[in-house]
């Protein structure tokens, strides 16, 4: 075990941090914490290990490294790659402008789809009720313009957090986990870190006061 005094504290407030990050939830936390011993140990021995990193950091996941393991943490690290995403609400109501009255009609949509804009690639989940259902085409007619433009895309709204604590070609990473997705480049606004609690003992009490 190292003696390196910083070593150790960098070690462990990075991990703090880690703890405390609010976007890095689940499989991804789990997977930082592993992968960042992984790393630490590598360190400390001072020599390239003959293992794959991957069966390590699966073994101190989940066990014994097996093919599901590995999946697994492809996954961890596919759902992480920096992307847009429209915010997922299949209970949208009805979008469909009204004729006899001003506004939208606000029915409970018994359809779902995702409408883009051509020009910015702006996403947004809209709702169709079975009334108004053959508006669909319109929304498709702006997906098949999104498309012919190129596909534009606003900055990412998702992924990127272990990019906050490790540093390596995670375009190449990003690749091997998830070759259908294309890394968006700009980082994601971090959400601000959960509150901590300290506990205060009764002298450090204002006043004296427990």
Known sequence: MSTDLKAIMDRDGRRRRMLSDPDLVGDALLFA??????????KEQGRRSTRPWVVDVAELMWGPATLSTRYRIRRVIGDDVP???????????CVAPMVRRKGLCGKRGSLS?????????????????????????QFD??????????????PPNTGGVLKRYFQTNWAHLYQWAAPHRT??????????PRPTLRLVRDDEAPGGVS
């Open 83 to 93: 992307r847009f995403e429209p915010l997922h609400d299949p209970g949208s109501p």
């Open 183 to 192: 890394p968006l480049d700009g980082a994601v606004e971090a959400t601000p």
């Open 141 to 154: 007619a702006r997906r098949k313009a999104w498309i012919a433009n190129g596909e534009p895309s606003p």
């Open 113 to 137: 789809l995702v409408d883009r804009d051509p020009e910015t690639g702006e996403a947004r989940w809209i709702g169709l009720c079975a009334r108004h259902r053959d508006m669909v085409t």
């Open 33 to 42: 914490l592993a992968l960042d011993e992984v790393l630490a140990t590598r």
